[in-house]
């Protein structure tokens, strides 16, 4: 893994203004210009650290046009520091038959939580049993 500070053009966060809270929207579109240029990347896994409430809001609009099931779990409110992995998919990219394509919205099988506490929680579904 490696990180790419070349395109920080500032030091400054310039798109902040101190006395200004940023309305919801306008926190979803320039998500939305993020997902944009993360489409113009060529690596194929890529880890975003950011806060949570940027997320939320481009996740909300970006799963707007997503089965209800999917739309509700791709934006649901993040924990403090919680780790998510996803896979987005460019919808224009599949073709006329996008909808095969379309996962039903539950959680995959197994677990996708950091081995500690995948480990805490198969010793405890073991107990339940």
């Given at each position: ?7 920080i ?7 902040w ?9 306008a926190v979803?579109?320039r ?7 993360l489409?113009t990347?060529?690596e ?15 996740l ?12 509700d779990?791709?934006?649901?409110h ?6 998510r992995?996803m896979?987005?998919?460019d919808r ?5 038959y996008s909808?095969?394509f379309?996962y ?7 677990l ?6 995948a480990?805490k ?9």
């Amino acid at each position: 893994m490696y990180l790419l500070y070349l395109q920080i053009e500032n030091d400054e966060d310039v798109l902040w203004e101190p006395d200004v809270r940023e309305p919801n929207e306008a926190v979803a579109l320039r998500g939305m210009k993020f997902m944009d240029w993360l489409w113009t990347r060529e690596e194929k896994e890529i880890a975003i650290v950011s806060h949570s409430g940027f997320l939320f809001h481009t996740l909300s609009m970006y799963s707007k046009e997503c089965h209800p099931t999917i739309s509700d779990e791709v934006s649901k409110h993040f924990a403090n520091c919680e780790l998510r992995s996803m896979v987005l998919v460019d919808r224009s990219m599949l073709g006329s038959y996008s909808s095969r394509f379309n996962y039903a919205g539950k959680n995959p099988t197994g677990l996708d939580v950091p081995s500690d506490i995948a480990d805490k929680k198969q010793v405890d579904e073991a107990q339940k049993n």
